[in-house]
């Protein structure tokens, strides 16, 4: 039994950031299934994990973190080689602008409108709004625009080595790359494509992908 135990669904985008997280890191944890498309996060059991129905939450040491921000500033704290977080002050709030970015406007905007319609409401068997798709597209180029400023010129989001921004940002962009309309406006930046092309290939993201989506995009 491993000293972390990793509470949440492979589809889940943020789930997947912390499982990159930890592959990255080099340490081991257990996973138990909560799906959020079956309503299983507002179990008694799993509210009393995370007070909000979502996940991921992990349990160590007797105590139990929610909020994948704070996870990250855990396993960073706890095991900080490779590091993931910049040392550089002006690196480091970058950083966590981007978070608030990613977290607060595109998560909303690339999950909750264009991939939840055009990836899972099919999943699920329900309709397709094409209204909501169509009003989410500018907003997504506009977010794929404010990427291409710092990937026109560096690797990833934050000067210097991999950070924890792009392993928040991958699962994000996964399902986007799912979707013809998201194929279509990565065409047109190519320091975005670059970074996807990067990321996509780090071990960390090949064995996480979702296995219902294996075959996917």
Known sequence: MSDFVLYGFDGSTYVRTVRMLFLEKG???DQVPVDVL?????????????????????????????????????????????????????DRVDMRQWAAVINNYYY???????????????????????????????????QFSLLEQPLATRTWLVAGPVS?????????MAYVMMTPEGREIMADFPGVQRWWDNIRQRESFERTIPERFRTSG
């Open 27 to 29: 340490v081991t944890y």
């Open 164 to 172: 924890y921004v792009d392993f928040l940002l991958a699962p994000i």
């Open 108 to 142: 909303q905007t690339m999950i909750g409108e264009l991939a939840w319609q055009r990836v899972i409401n099919p999943l699920l068997q329900r309709p397709v709004d094409e209204i909501v798709i169509a009003a989410a597209l500018p907003k997504v180029r506009h």
């Open 38 to 90: 079956k309503g299983e996060t507002h179990s008694p059991e799993h509210l009393r994990r995370h007070p909000f129905g979502k996940v991921p939450a992990l349990e160590t040491g007797g105590r139990i973190l929610y909020e994948t921000d704070a996870i990250a500033e855990f396993l960073e704290g706890h095991f900080p080689s490779p590091a993931l977080v910049p040392r550089q002050l002006d």
